[in-house]
């Protein structure tokens, strides 16, 4: 088998045959014919059509992991990154002002540090989600990059960073 096929479970080719032997059949209706539950019937119908797949039971395989995905010149980068980087330095100035002699600019940087400490999984999240809705090639993970960033602080933005310039 050549590496762009794909060999399917013989519950994954049951199902795209009931499917295609009859169309009007909702899910729960296949499900019970093949024996299986309605979640595979529909994960599998969403990802292969009954015509895609062969007599040997094999399907084209996607060129990515994500076959919708837009081509990586194309994703919009927006403002995020840059903003990325402004608040991890605010972030880095505000906790340095922590520790300054004079207490008016402690107080400062403290509030910065708490500020950007906060907003960092904020900017994170807000991009992974444009990320999502551009079905760009790289989706970060909505919940853990930005709570990584929450727990790390800056390392994990410029971690954040370093793996959404790389994918792009």
Known sequence: MSEDRKQLTSTQQAILYKKD??????N???ADAVG???SHVSKTLRKWDPDDMDDDGTVSVPSSEYPDAIPAEEVDSGMYPAAIVGVSIAWIAGFAG???QASFITVIGS???FGTWIGLPIVIALDTISLHKQNAPFRPNR???PAVSLVFGV???FAY???RVSNL
């Open 36 to 38: 299986c539950s309605d």
């Open 28 to 30: 729960a209706e296949i």
């Open 21 to 26: 032997e009859n169309p009007n059949w909702s």
């Open 98 to 100: 922590i520790f300054a």
């Open 161 to 163: 960073l370093v793996a």
């Open 111 to 113: 509030l910065v540090a």
């Open 155 to 157: 390392v994990g933005g």
């Open 143 to 145: 919940i853990v990059w």
